[in-house]
């Protein structure tokens, strides 16, 4: 996918959007469609819906790799994806440490997971499904691997339910101005400026909302043709402008302030050090490294480095469950 943005000499430039299929893009066989580890094939799976009601209306679906394990890991994946798209990233890690429980997740209106589109930046919705999800699973204080906007809510959950987290893994960190103009323009706001879209009928010919058909059968049909189209496209508004409004912040959906608050133990943030990155500035990762305590920042292009820094991590800081 190109960025569109121009160099000086007026060619463009492909873009290291993450998990979009940028031709540059290291991560993007790391985590998107991952192929799979040896191991993989021998893990214990355990697949199951978690109704969050009353407290959340919405159903999560979720994936467990390793369930008899004691030492929790939630990965949330990033861009708009869901585990279709990075379970295979989940195995790996799973069949790479038989001790930690790899729990993958998809968020709300995405993958096999219900819709709902909340009243507040959906970032917020999935932090609050979070901590609820948490609870259901009984798996708190767990350790967090959250991809680009996958660690938003992870970060939103950290400051609002610090008892919930007792690490977190940004892999990497969303910043700057391209980014806060880009994604929520991709993810959002094409939605609000579309005047075709006056009903739930239109939005569900789009290609995001007719592939969580294709996924769901009727029943996903059903659901989404239960929302009121001014509810999506409020929806879209509210949260394409909440992330605009981070533009000159350190990352998307995060002010300096709330980062610097940050009383998790321990915050690693991995980065797959190209130095061409819009969307996940090396600067950005690095400045977060001054705002948030007990963080570092390590560059990790491949799976290989990416268990050398993650598993002895998770271990040091999560606590087994009892």
Not at 75 to 93: H, K, L
Not at 182 to 209: F, R
């Amino acid at each position: 996918m190109t960025s569109g943005i121009e160099t000086e000499e007026t060619e463009p430039e492909e873009d290291v959007t993450l998990f979009k299929g940028a031709s540059n893009n290291s991560y993007f066989e790391v985590y998107f469609n991952a192929l799979p580890e040896p191991g993989v094939d021998k893990l214990e799976c355990k697949k199951l819906t978690v109704d969050l009601r009353p407290e959340r209306d919405v159903s999560l679906y979720v994936e467990i790799y390793n369930p008899n394990a004691n030492i929790p890991l939630i990965v949330t994946p990033g861009g708009m994806g869901e585990i279709d798209g990075f379970g295979g990233f989940a195995r790996n890690v799973a069949a790479a440490a038989p001790d930690l429980k790899v729990i993958i997740w998809d968020r709300r209106n995405m993958g096999r997971s219900s819709i709902n589109f909340g009243t507040e930046p959906l970032s917020i919705e999935e932090a609050e499904d979070l901590h609820v999800l948490i609870e259901r699973l009984g798996v708190g204080p767990a350790a967090f691997y959250g991809m680009s906007s996958g660690s938003r809510s992870n970060m939103v959950l950290a400051e609002r339910y610090p008892d919930d987290v007792a690490a977190f893994v940004i892999a990497p960190l969303t910043g700057g101005p391209i980014a806060a103009s880009q994604l929520p323009e991709e993810y959002y706001l094409k939605y609000v400026g579309d005047e075709s879209l006056i009903s739930m009928e239109e939005v569900a010919k789009t290609p995001l909302w007719n592939a969580y058909i294709e996924r769901n059968g009727p029943d996903g049909r059903e659901q989404l043709m239960q929302q009121d189209v001014s509810d999506f496209l409020s929806a879209m508004k509210r949260t394409g402008e909440h992330l605009q409004s981070f533009s000159q912040k350190t990352t998307l959906g995060m002010t300096d302030e709330q980062l610097a608050a940050l009383t998790v133990p321990a915050t690693l943030i991995l980065h797959h050090s190209q130095e061409v990155d819009y969307l996940h500035p090396i600067v950005n990762s690095r400045a977060a490294t001054t705002l948030i305590q007990n963080s570092r920042l390590e560059f990790a292009p491949t799976l290989e480095p990416i268990l050398e820094h993650l598993l002895p991590f998770v271990r040091e800081h999560t606590p087994p469950l009892v």
